[in-house]
Nanobody
Framework: QLQASGGGLVQAGDSLRLSCAASGGTFSSYAVGWFRQAPGKEREFVAGIRERERGGTTLYPDSVKGRFTISRDNAKNTVYLQMNSLKPEDTAVYYC???????????????????WGQGTLVTVSS
């Protein structure tokens, strides 16, 4: 089970850190992705991190590269998404998801993930 938290209302340029906490299982053995869905738009990939045994490699789309950072604390069974320099277009519901045995290029494919959190709303005002 995944629990996403940390969303809120911030101003453009602010920072926010989202958390994805897992209960049950060994979270470090799962790849974790963050996705977001804005009103009227399809869900899109924003960050991913591979399993510890696969080196914990990270992946970002160009739209957030340099602003968002995904990391994991295996001792706490938690993955974080640090979001800096937020823009109004970052406004969305953010979801975390977990899956296993994905090649790096498939980290961005939401269909590869088996477990999903409930989502946390991020609103960035201009």
């Amino acid at each position: 089970q995944l629990q996403a938290s940390g969303g809120g209302l911030v101003q453009a340029g602010d920072s926010l850190r989202l958390s994805c906490a897992a209960s049950g299982g060994t979270f470090s053995s799962y790849a974790v992705g963050w996705f977001r869905q804005a009103p009227g738009k399809e869900r899109e990939f924003v960050a991913g991190i591979r399993e510890r045994e696969r080196g914990g490699t990270t992946l970002y789309p160009d739209s957030v590269k340099g602003r968002f950072t995904i990391s994991r604390d295996n001792a706490k069974n938690t993955v974080y998404l640090q979001m800096n320099s937020l823009k109004p277009e970052d406004t969305a519901v953010y979801y975390c998801a977990a899956g296993r045995n994905m090649i790096l290029s498939s980290i961005s494919n939401q269909n590869q993930y088996r477990y999903w959190g409930q989502g946390t709303l991020v609103t960035v005002s201009s």
